[in-house]
């Protein structure tokens, strides 16, 4: 339990984060300032493969893949959207596995995302950006985002083993790790302003309530 001294010393961020309750569209928004164990870790990684953001995300990106029959080895029509969708869910859910459970619990880091306070457009770009190489351990130090960095890594990686064989090569897994990072870029604006558009969705200010 958090005592109103250490309220009071936190910083406005923390504050904020501290009195958020987890979102079922971003679990991995951080709802509390308090260091994971690598149980929470784990559980982490299972609430981000199944969350409202990458299912709806994945849907997207396989009916654009499916419009544009890519990749080519998954053909078209009936067959080939189920493919791309089962596969685009194994990329995500390997890549958490990797990132948030396996890799943020050996190397000691937080794999959840902390919001800015009331941000700013030019900081949420800034902030999104910086987030993708900058982390935080389990300490609060500032470290580089090995968890965020290697795990889209590992999981594309991975994918090969099920990936049409046409598009297996290195140049096409490195593609699809360049498009992990800048969907997670722009994930992370979201998640920048996700606390104070659920607040405003729910008429409440953003300090007293969660998102969703």
Known sequence: MVTQAENAA????????????????FPDIASSTRPLSPGQKFELFVDN???VHTIVWSTLGSLIGQADDSPTGYGVGGIGYPKRLGSSLARETSGE???TF???????EDPRFFPEYNPTLKHTLKHSLRRLFVARNDAGANVVNMPGLLGP????????????DRNRTVGDTLFRYGLDL????????FREYWPVVSAKMQHRPPTRGAPH
């Open 10 to 25: 936190m910083k406005p961020v923390e504050l904020f984060n501290l009195l958020e309750r987890k979102s079922i569209v």
């Open 49 to 51: 493969s199944i969350s």
């Open 97 to 99: 596995f990797f990132g």
């Open 102 to 108: 396996v890799i943020a619990s050996a190397l000691h």
């Open 153 to 164: 890594l590992l999981g594309e990686s991975l994918a090969n083993v099920y990936w049409p």
């Open 182 to 189: 800048a969907s997670r870029a722009a994930g992370n604006m």
